[in-house]
């Protein structure tokens, strides 16, 4: 079973930034997962973020965070990163990152093809 671990959140003003990891707990061999990074603010429903492939070639971004956010991997860390920049009070929300086997198939799909979830980390924009 694989574990997934998010860290990096907290409260930031808004134009700065924060880097959110996401560490695979146990059971993790670095490059077979494709990783999606997802948030959800209160009273909405969970968006897409970024995305990336098991080998980092193919990355994705929502047109919201396009520009501001980047997403990269360490597979020898075993380890995704979401760095965020340029951070708005509308980013404000739960982050959770998600992993799908490579041989799934497409590396960005919708959330309801991740198989492996992590618990979530508050990020949040305010003065």
């Known amino acids: 079973q694989l574990q997934l671990v998010e860290s990096g959140g907290g409260l930031v003003q808004p134009g700065g930034s924060l880097r959110l990891s996401c560490a695979a707990a146990?059971?993790?061999?670095?490059?077979?997962?494709?990783i999606g990074w997802f948030r959800q603010a209160p009273g909405k429903e969970r968006e897409r973020v970024s995305c990336i492939s098991s080998s980092g070639r193919s990355i994705n971004y929502a047109d919201s965070v396009k520009g501001r956010f980047t997403i990269s991997r360490d597979n020898a860390k075993n380890t995704v990163y979401l760095q965020m920049n340029s951070l708005k009070p509308e980013d404000t929300a739960v982050y959770y990152c998600?992993?799908?086997?490579?041989?799934?198939?497409?590396?960005?799909?919708?959330?309801?093809?991740?198989?492996?979830w992590g618990q979530g980390t508050q990020v949040t924009v305010s003065s």
């Open positions: 998600a992993a799908r086997p490579y041989r799934n198939g497409y590396f960005c799909p919708t959330q309801y093809e991740y198989s492996y």
């Open positions: 146990s059971g993790f061999t670095s490059d077979y997962y494709h």
